[in-house]
C-alpha cells in the first residue's frame, strides 16, 4: 500500500520559512516524479512544484519560483519543499503527489498517488 505523509506544516510570520517533508512508502520512490501541490480555503488545488526522479530537475510555479526549493533524497524515500520568504497568500494545505511519468505535470488529475497534506498558514 503506498503512503506518502506530509510533515512540517504550521503557523509562521509573513516573511520566515518553513521546511516541509513528505515520507513515502510502499512504491519504488526513485521511480516516481514528485510534486507538491496546495490548496486554499475555497480554491482549487494548485501545482507548487515537481522534480525528477533523479532530483536533477526541478519545475516550480511562477508564484513560487526563487523562494520555495524543492528537493528529495532517495535514500530516504523524502521530498522536501523548503518554504522561505512566506506570504499570506501561501496560506493553503499542501499535498505531497507522486506519478510515475517522466515530463513534467501540473494537473493534479495526472497524479497516481496523494498524501493527505498538511496546514500552513502565514500570518501578517
Known amino acids: 500500500q503506498v503512503q506518502l505523509v506530509e510533515s512540517g506544516g504550521g503557523l509562521v510570520q509573513a516573511g520566515g520559512s518553513l521546511r516541509l517533508s513528505c515520507a513515502a512508502s510502499?512504491?519504488?520512490?526513485?521511480?516516481?516524479?514528485m510534486a507538491w501541490f496546495r490548496q486554499a480555503p475555497g480554491k482549487e488545488r494548485e501545482f507548487v512544484a515537481s522534480?525528477?526522479?533523479?532530483?536533477?530537475?526541478?519545475y516550480l510555479a511562477d508564484s513560487v519560483k526563487g523562494r520555495f526549493p524543492i528537493s528529495r533524497d532517495n535514500a530516504k524515500n523524502t521530498v522536501y519543499l523548503q518554504m522561505n520568504s512566506l506570504k499570506p497568500e501561501d496560506t493553503a494545505v499542501y499535498y505531497c503527489?507522486?506519478?510515475?511519468?517522466?515530463?513534467?505535470?501540473?494537473?493534479?488529475?495526472?497524479?497516481?498517488?496523494w498524501g493527505k497534506g498538511t496546514l500552513v498558514t502565514v500570518s501578517s
Open positions: 503527489a507522486a506519478y510515475i511519468e517522466r515530463r513534467f505535470k501540473t494537473d493534479p488529475s495526472n497524479m497516481d498517488y
Open positions: 510502499g512504491l519504488t520512490f526513485g521511480a516516481y516524479t
Open positions: 522534480i525528477s526522479r533523479s532530483g536533477s530537475n526541478t
